[in-house]
């Protein structure tokens, strides 16, 4: 993935339920059964040749995801972030501490799954960037026998989501063939790589239900422009878009969408003076319309954020009270409050003393979402007076303006972790606080923060005080989409951390 077409900040600080599959022509005329039908049926997923199918070296998108059938997380999550046991049998909290069980469970090669391969994972995990990040708190983890304890830094009531990095078997991932390239590692998901690499086959020692398939080709795919072609052709019988670089590629067929953990935002450079004022905050978060600009910017690819947690994670939606469309009536009262009563002749609002409320708005003119939803932004807040000025720079540009702090406001996307940690957003000196300031303006919430990450409070509390303080204004979190022909049949629960459960259902 290009980081550099990524919108603002991916931080590094971010599936499918089917009753049945059709059957296939011949084998029914032949009085084939269905479900032997659906075993014979063919479906086609894209690959890279020149990629690895190693979950911790693959560049790829789509050999990574591809990676979800060679290899079992200990948990994996649901498309609303609750977790799926895999090949964790359980899951215990105690404080710092948290002891995960393993399944009696066994690789491909019918060896047993152990705490020290997953001990093993981890270490390979915590070192790769889609990873590291959200296992940045963890101090240690040791492993007796199919028992893996890992002690963090924080008490994290929500750790457990961040267990889902592929298991592969210990050592595994050194082992090479008689010509000294190195082979794929052994895994415990539900299929296992052929070995000219052109086919998937049917994992017969998987720990669960096996998969209705048994065997799927693979179609080389060595670049985005052939991804895209097979993609919009139907070459492929699946395709999943992240839409993370503004655009997403199309394929005919059905959809499905998938809930991702990726805030879109305005951030506040919040030394500025008007700005600090909370009530401008409030006036500019109540004009904005997040549903026209999910469904317009994004191409309904997004969903109105009405907190600053995804309003798909369970624990947070009765507690997250953002209005999604616009409320101008809110907004003109806060900015009357505090004197901002006059408008010049250009529809913008000012106080007595002759301040407007003018400001520029930094966005990362690469991404195409971003362009059209700063002009949607621009376009609501002048409805109470408020003028924008869009400051369209190149990614690098972007990126080294927000360094500087030289911004009034800014959009960007970032990635939570899937433990929902916020600190790196509105925290000062989080990797992605670019307007925080490390004052007293900020230090209620900063204590919030902390006492949640030492079990003094609760993920309610943040909400509260994210929403009281808004020293960021969300707007939408973005979903991904995926693409599947007819030979998938009613495609109805999927995730990110899953995208094939279907392959079972």
Not at 53 to 62: L, S
Request: aromatic residues 10%; neutral net charge.
């Amino acid at each position: 993935m290009n980081a550099r077409k990524i919108v603002a900040l991916l931080l590094a600080v971010l599936l499918f339920c089917m009753t049945g599959c059709k059957n296939d022509p011949g084998s029914a005329q032949n009085g084939t059964n269905s479900e032997n039908a659906t075993a014979n049926t063919v479906i086609t997923l894209l690959y890279c040749s020149n990629d690895t199918f190693n979950p911790y070296t693959v560049k790829t998108k789509i050999n990574f995801e591809l990676c979800q059938l060679l290899f079992d997380p200990l948990i994996s999550l649901d498309n609303n972030f609750s977790p799926i046991y895999k090949l964790a049998q359980s899951a215990v909290q105690n404080g710092n501490t948290w002891t995960v069980t393993i399944k009696n469970a066994v690789f491909s090669d019918n060896s047993s799954i152990k705490g020290d391969d997953v001990v093993y994972s981890f270490n390979l995990a915590k070192n790769h960037s889609n990873f590291r990040s959200a296992l940045k708190d963890v101090k240690s983890v040791t492993a007796d026998g199919n028992t893996v304890t890992f002690t963090l830094n924080i008490n994290d009531p929500y750790f457990i989501n961040l267990l889902n990095f592929p298991i592969i078997k210990s050592g595994s991932d050194n082992i090479r063939n008689e010509d000294s390239v190195l082979l794929t590692p052994i895994g415990a998901g539900r299929y296992i790589l052929d070995e000219n690499q052109t086919s998937l086959i049917k994992n017969d020692k998987y720990y669960d239900k096996l998969p209705k398939y048994n065997s799927i080709a693979l179609l080389n795919a060595p670049n985005s422009e052939s991804v895209s072609h097979y993609a919009s052709v139907g070459a492929t019988d699946f395709y999943y878009s992240n839409a993370t670089e503004g655009q997403i590629f199309r394929m005919d067929g059905k959809k499905f969408s998938i809930n991702q953990n990726r805030l879109c935002y305005l951030g506040i450079n919040m030394s500025n003076p008007i700005l600090s004022n909370v009530k401008v905050r409030y006036a500019i978060s109540a004009a904005l319309n997040r549903s026209n600009i999910a469904s317009t910017a994004f191409y309904g690819n997004a969903v109105a954020a009405n907190g600053p947690f995804s309003p798909f994670f369970k624990e947070t939606e009765s507690y997250q009270t953002i209005e999604s469309s616009d409320n101008n009536k809110i907004a003109i009262e806060n900015l009357e409050q505090i004197g901002y009563n006059i408008i010049d002749n250009g529809g913008t609002r000012k106080n007595i003393h002759g301040t407007p409320l003018s400001f520029s708005l930094l966005i990362n003119k690469e991404n195409s979402s971003h362009a059209l939803a700063a002009e949607l932004i621009k376009a609501q807040l002048s409805n109470v007076g408020i003028k924008i000025n869009i400051t369209a720079l190149n990614y690098n540009d972007y990126v080294a303006a927000l360094n500087k702090k030289s911004f009034v406001l800014y959009l960007a996307e970032v990635k939570l972790n899937n433990n929902f940690d916020i600190s790196p957003l509105v925290v000062a000196g989080g990797s992605c606080a670019y307007g925080i300031a490390d004052d007293e303006s900020n230090k209620s919430l900063t204590d919030i923060v902390n006492k949640y990450k030492s079990g003094q409070a609760v993920i309610t509390d943040v909400i509260t005080s994210v929403g009281s303080q808004m020293p960021i204004i969300p707007i939408c979190y973005c979903s991904g989409m995926i693409f599947y022909s007819e030979k998938i049949d009613r495609l109805n629960n999927a995730s990110a951390d899953d995208l094939y459960m279907f392959i079972q259902n």
